[in-house]
Structure formats: C-alpha cells, structure tokens
C-alpha cells in the first residue's frame, strides 16, 4: 500500500504552487551549478543587514581550523543596546544543504531575535560541500564559536550566553557543535535552537519517503546533500555524530534544545526521533511539529498564520532560556 502524504496547511499550500513551478524538490550532484548556488538575496546584496540602522555590522576573518584556511564571521551588534551589561550571542550557521549559502543566508531571523531581545549575532561562513566534505563544515563552524566565547567581551557580548541556532542543514551542523564542543571541553553553549534541522543521513524515515516528490526538499535532494557531504560512506555504518547528529548514541550532557519541524516534509520523523532521544538521555529539550508544515515554510511565507506562530515560539523560547 503506497504511503500517503500529510495534507498541507492551506495557506502554505497556495503559496507552494508557484515556488513548485521555479523548481522541483529534488535535484541532483550534476545540478549543483553556479546558478543554483548564486540564488538568494544575500548574494545579490538586497539585505539590509543594518536593519535601517539597529545594527553595527562587520566582515570579521578569524582562524579557522588548524591546517586550514581562516573563515569568516559577520558580526551585528546593536547601535544603541538598552543596557550596558555584556549581551547575549547568537552565534548562527547557515543553511543551503551544505552545498550552498554564505554568512549571511538566514541572518534576517536571528537580527529579528536579536532586535527584540537585545544580542549580539555572529554568523559563521564554512566551507562548502562537495568541494570540501566532512569534516571540513563542522570544523569550521566549531572554530567560529571558539572565537567567539574567546572575543565576546570584545564584540559586547557575554560569553557564558551564547545560544547556537541554526536552519535546515544548518541545524544540522548546530547539532554536531554541540555535541563535538561537549566532547572536547568546548565552550558550553547556553542553548541550542534547531529549526527544521538535517539530523539523519540514512535518509529513510516514514516521511522521507511520504514526502518523495513534494515540498521543496525531498529524498532526492537529502541523498545529493549527504552524498556530497559523506561521499560513498552515506548511510553505511561508520558515520560519525559530528556528521549526521542522528548517529550519536549518546545525547546526555548537552544543552537545552529547541527543535522545530512541518509535518508535511522530509526531516518531520528524524527531528521527532532525536527529541525524544534528548529526553531519554535527561535532556530539556521543546519540541514543535507544524501542521502542514513544508521544509522552510516560514522563511518561504512568511505571513502565513502558521509562520507566525512559528516564528513566536522561537523567540518566546529563546526569552525564557535568557531570563532564566
């Protein structure tokens, strides 16, 4: 009997039709062009990172792993803080598959947060997949924030607050950082925020092959993305966490999560499985699945009620983890 999808939420599902029709949800190694890579307004310098001007923002090039080259932080500290106190930090890894996207893919949402909340956001540059696989996209992001616990004070920030967030693949890789930054006595993040993170390279859930052919990243796409990431060792048996965070047989000792998923897309059953395997390690861990959710809706449409609603609960979240 053929799996049949999780309805999408109505609202999403008008606005889904045109996005369907610029392209497909899957594609493949061979697609990967410079087209395709080159999408995106961060690319074509239409962000407004000072966000008419709260924000003092800064290309900063820092150490990268050793042996490999420097890496490149943005950093966006509010002009006119409400207190003088050391901030808090977001310290952001972008999306895109780790196939695509710079620094600043993404960073709306965290200057969003950060606006209302009062942080500093720094957001890491990593080297890019396939050109540069495993481990070179978690090293890089794990050099980031040693830099930034060791420079908060320099860039107004406090170092025993920073939150590490992340979207889509980029959640991925902020759920490996905390996990490698625990295993080797890193900085210890005050919280780890996960929207629609790729956890999982085995790539064969109930709602990867549910959401085959549908939404705006399906199974195909997730194969191409592990593939480049992982090469021939994809879905075999000696991945590392630090790869695919799914892997990890052992979730205690890490900080407070936030994880959120649709539940009309690919990533819906492995997000559920590693919430719940946060909590059967004594993890805090909240955990929300959208109704009719696909990969990215919130970022797609953003006016949409259920985006909304999305977008609320991060920051409610992110409110209650820095007030405590």
Same mark, same amino acid.
């Given at each position: ?17 045109p ?12 697609? +990967? !062009?410079?087209?395709?890579? &080159?999408?995106?307004?961060?690319? +074509?310098?239409? *962000?407004? +990172? ?17 042996? =490999?080259?420097?890496?490149?932080l *943005? /950093? ?5 803080? =409400?207190?003088? &106190? ?12 780790? #196939? #695509? ?10 200057? !969003? ?13 990593? %080297? ?11 090293? !890089?992001v794990?050099?980031? /924030?040693?830099?930034? =616990? ?34 080797? %006595?890193?900085?210890?993040? *005050? ?6 993170? #790729? ?11 549910? #959401?085959?052919? +549908?939404?705006?990243? !399906? ?7 592990w ?7 994809? @879905? ?6 630090? &790869?695919?965070?799914? %892997? ?10 936030? *994880?959120?998923? @649709?539940?009309?897309e ?6 559920? &499985? ?13 955990l929300?699945?959208?109704?009719? @959710? ?7 449409v ?5 985006? %909304? ?16």
């Open positions: 009997m053929p799996l049949v999808p999780p309805p999408f939420d109505p609202e999403l599902a008008a606005a889904l039709r996005i369907k029709g610029v392209g497909g949800p899957g594609f493949t190694l061979d697609e +990967l !062009d410079d087209a395709r890579r &080159a999408a995106g307004p961060e690319l +074509l310098g239409l *962000l407004d +990172l000072t966000m008419d001007g709260a924000f003092e923002v800064e290309d900063r090039t820092v150490p990268g792993p050793e042996g =490999a080259p420097d890496i490149s *943005l /950093l966006c500290r509010p002009v006119s803080p =409400a207190s003088t &106190a050391p901030l808090p930090v977001i310290y952001h890894v972008h999306g895109g598959g780790m #196939m #695509m996207g710079t620094n600043r893919a993404g960073v709306a949402e965290p200057q !969003d947060w950060a606006r209302e909340l009062g942080a500093v956001v720094v957001s890491v540059e990593y %080297r890019l997949t396939p050109e540069h696989p495993y481990p070179a996209p978690v090293e !890089d794990y050099a980031g /924030l040693l830099w930034t =616990a060791e420079h908060a004070k320099e860039i107004g920030g406090d170092p025993d607050r920073i939150v590490v967030a992340g979207a889509s693949s980029g959640g991925g890789l902020t759920a490996a950082l905390a996990l490698l930054t625990r295993d080797r %006595r890193g900085p210890r993040p *005050l919280g780890q925020l996960l929207m629609c993170p #790729m956890l999982d390279d085995r790539n064969d859930t109930v709602s990867s092959h549910q #959401m085959a052919g +549908l939404g705006v990243w !399906d199974r195909t796409a997730n194969d191409t993305a593939t480049a990431l992982l090469g021939d060792r994809r @879905g075999g048996p000696d991945v590392s966490p630090y &790869a695919a965070p799914a %892997r990890a047989r052992d979730l205690s000792g890490l900080p407070p999560a936030y *994880l959120d998923v @649709g539940s009309a690919t990533f819906r059953d492995e997000v559920v &499985a590693f919430a719940s395997a946060l909590w059967q390690a004594g993890g805090a861990a909240e929300h699945v959208w109704p009719g @959710g696909f990969h990215g809706f919130d970022s797609l953003p006016e949409a009620a259920l985006s %909304r609603a999305a977008r609320t609960a991060r920051v409610d979240w992110l409110r209650r983890l820095l007030t405590r």
